[in-house]
Structure formats: C-alpha cells, structure tokens
T-cell receptor
Framework: KAGVTQTPRYLIKTRGQQVTLSCSPI?????VSWYQQTPGQGLQFLFE???????NKGNFPGRFSGRQFSNSRSEMNVSTLELGDSALYLC??????????????FGPGTRLTVL | QKEVEQNSGPLSVPEGAIASLNCTYS??????FFWYRQYSGKSPELIMF????GDKEDGRFTAQLNKASQYVSLLIRDSQPSDSATYLC??????????FGAGTTVTVRA
C-alpha cells in the first residue's frame, strides 16, 4: 500500500506571498492532520480533517488554513508568508473514525523556505 | 507546563548497550501514546504505540506506560548505529490531535 504523499517536496517563496501544499493520505485513510516542524518549536499541530470537516485546530494564526476533499486528499494554505513560516510541513493520515487510539502515519513533508 | 516533555539529550550510548528514553505528559485523560523515530532530514516514522499500563515489546524496542505517574518510556536494547536518530514521544491529548515532545537525539557509538 502506498504511503502518504506530499507535494511539492521543496518550496521557496518570498514574504507576502501565499502557498498551497497538498497531501494524499494512505488509501482508505480518512483522517488527515497537518503539523509544522521547526528547530525551535518542534512538531506543532496545525489542524485535522475527517470527511471534509475540520475537527480540531492548533494555535496558529488565521493565515493558516486547510481543507479536505471528498477523496480525502487535503490541502493547506498559508497566506501572507512571513520569515517565521519557514519550516517542514508534515501531513499525517490515520485510518478511521477518530478514536483516540488511532495511529498517524507521516508523509515525507514539504520543506518551505520563505525569503 | 508543556503537554509532553522528554528527557533532554543528546544521549550517547555504545553499540550493544541499552538506550533509555523518558517522557512525561500533563493531561491525565490521555489515552494513547506513541514513539516515533526521525532521522535527520526525514519525516517521523512510527516505532511503537501503547495504550495500557505495563510493558509492550516489539523486537529490540520496549515501551513502558505508567498512567498513574503520567510517564511513558522507550528502551532500545542491543543498540545499533542505525538507531542513531531523534526519538519523539507523542500523546493523544484529546481526540484528533497528537502532542509531541521536543525529542531526544540518540547517538550510538560503534
């Protein structure tokens, strides 16, 4: 079974631009979570989607948004990029209907650099 | 107080030794606990999960959970150079969200 895929793998943007990142979960997985990883803050939860509904959101400004499509693929968008948004953005998928014991599997990530 | 805290590293162990990694969490309602391994420049990969108090073994890895003490640990037996990585403890704080510790970097000396 193919793993979680993320595109693009690398991205360079300038301040003020916006960016859209894409994630395709493992086949059959319906939950998609997004995380930001930086050296200073570690892995931080952005949001989680299940059946096209956002069920939880982390403590990030409104510039960070996401959505999920009917095929479970997900996108996240960051508007008005800031230097501090430079990070590895990770997508993780989980199989099921949101029990607390579900296991998340990570994609390879998108490395975003903001200049 | 951080939701998940891991023992500070880096941790250096000789090949063949046991590496012991510790993690504490603040939310008593946490249900599930995960250990991920992350090699430099790569994404986290799942090593183990544990839901019940006690020990859980998988090959050279043993996870231990003590909910009363809000403590979870990972032991790596017979450490190999390929085990050199950052180990992340993750806790399901509420449904649909994982909280991660800062990670402990392990170096296995050949």
């Amino acid at each position: 079974k193919a793993g979680v895929t993320q595109t693009p793998r690398y991205l360079i943007k300038t301040r003020g631009q916006q960016v859209t990142l894409s994630c395709s979960p493992i086949s059959g997985h319906r939950s998609v979570s997004w995380y930001q990883q930086t050296p200073g803050q570690g892995l931080q939860f952005l949001f989680e989607y299940f059946s096209e509904t956002q069920r939880n959101k982390g403590n990030f400004p409104g510039r960070f948004s996401g959505r999920q499509f009917s095929n479970s693929r997900s996108e996240m968008n960051v508007s008005t990029l800031e230097l501090g948004d430079s990070a590895l953005y990770l997508c993780a998928s989980a199989a099921l209907a949101g029990t607390s014991t579900d296991t998340q599997y990570f994609g390879p990530g998108t490395r975003l650099t903001v200049l | 107080q951080k939701e998940v805290e891991q023992n500070s590293g880096p941790l250096s162990v000789p090949e063949g030794a046991i590496a012991s990694l510790n993690c504490t969490y603040s939310d008593r309602g946490s249900q599930s606990f995960f250990w991920y391994r992350q090699y430099s420049g790569k994404s986290p990969e799942l090593i183990m999960f544990i839901y019940s108090n006690g020990d859980k073994e998988d090959g050279r890895f043993t996870a231990q959970l003590n909910k009363a003490s809000q403590y979870v640990s990972l032991l790596i037996r017979d450490s190999q150079p390929s085990d050199s990585a950052t180990y992340l403890c993750a806790v399901n704080v509420n449904d649909y969200k994982l909280s991660f510790g800062a990670g402990t970097t392990v170096t296995v000396r050949a």
